[in-house]
């Protein structure tokens, strides 16, 4: 499903659109519009007709020498059906990261954001139930077999 969009206009009036799956190819398809075409105002976002009103996490890091590499972590940054993403997105730990110093990432690039996992985690789990536990944890927590 094509989830992502972008929008614009040219300087003569020609409103352009396009969808794709990424996040990241629908990134790059907005800088090339702002380069190719001059566009001050490319936007791109989950389009409005999206799942059942689910946001969509997108994964955002700083780009290299923007920032020390063990700071180069990859922030969720979640957006609602319909919602564009902001020149200065609230990642899901609090961080504000600026749009134009950072790359938009595929999942399985870089490493993740610990207090974004967090926070999504905490979001999943719901109130009154613990935590889900892994097996090693569980192994760990558990007294040493004979």
């Known amino acids: 499903m094509k989830a992502f969009h972008v929008v614009g206009e040219t300087p003569d009036g020609v409103l352009l659109e396009w969808a794709s799956a990424s996040p990241v190819a629908v990134a790059r398809a907005a800088a090339t519009w702002r380069a190719r075409y001059g566009l001050s105002a490319v936007r791109w976002g989950v389009r409005g007709d999206v799942g059942a009103g689910e946001p969509v996490t997108v994964l955002v890091r ?54 974004c996992l967090a926070a999504t985690l905490r979001r999943e789990v719901s109130p009154g139930r613990p935590a889900p536990v892994t097996p090693i944890r569980q192994e760990l927590a558990s007294p040493a077999a004979p």
Not at 62 to 78: D, I, Q
Request: aromatic share 4%; with cysteine; charged share 20%.
């Open 62 to 115: 700083y780009l290299p020498g923007v920032v020390g590499e063990t700071r180069r972590v990859v922030h969720m940054v979640r957006l609602a059906p319909g919602e564009f993403m902001s020149h200065h997105p609230r990642a899901c730990c609090g961080t504000v990261l600026r749009l134009t110093l950072s790359e938009i990432c595929e999942l399985g690039e870089g490493v993740p954001c610990e207090r």
